[in-house]
């Protein structure tokens, strides 16, 4: 069983940063796929970032291209969200996600694993 757990959420100002982190609960966090995904009331859960097992490969969903950066340290067993230049349409609880993978996923249909969440909120 793997745990996921976010921190690093808050409220900031409409162009301020926040550098969310997903800490894995393995020693082999390496051999899992990782996304960020993020929901906000109302809507459905949606795609913000993902990186292979090995930090190879980072792709962004379109609304984020640009402003936010995924990484990881294997070595931390964490994984990453940088989130700059943020806006009061990025305000959400954003949750990160692993798979058994060396591939990591757009969809979260693909993910077994699931943090709690953290919340971001972004004032205008």
């Known amino acids: 069983q793997v745990q996921l757990v976010e921190s690093g959420g808050g409220l900031v100002q409409a162009g301020g940063s926040l550098r969310l982190s997903c800490a894995v609960s393995?020693?082999?966090?390496?051999?899992?796929?990782m996304g960020w995904f993020r929901q906000a009331p109302g809507k459905e859960r949606e795609f913000v970032a993902q990186?292979?097992?090995?930090?190879?490969?980072?792709s962004y969903a379109d609304s984020v291209k640009g402003r936010f950066t995924i990484s990881r340290d294997n070595a931390k067993n964490t994984v990453y969200l940088q989130m700059n230049t943020l806006k009061p349409e990025d305000t959400a609880v954003y949750y990160c996600?692993?798979?058994?993978?060396?591939?990591?996923?757009?969809?979260?249909?693909?993910?077994?694993?699931w943090g709690q969440g953290t919340q971001v909120t972004v004032s205008s």
């Open positions: 990186i292979s097992r090995i930090g190879a490969t980072p």
């Open positions: 996600a692993a798979r058994p993978s060396s591939y990591a996923s757009i969809s979260p249909k693909d993910y077994h694993y």
């Open positions: 393995t020693r082999t966090a390496s051999a899992y796929g």
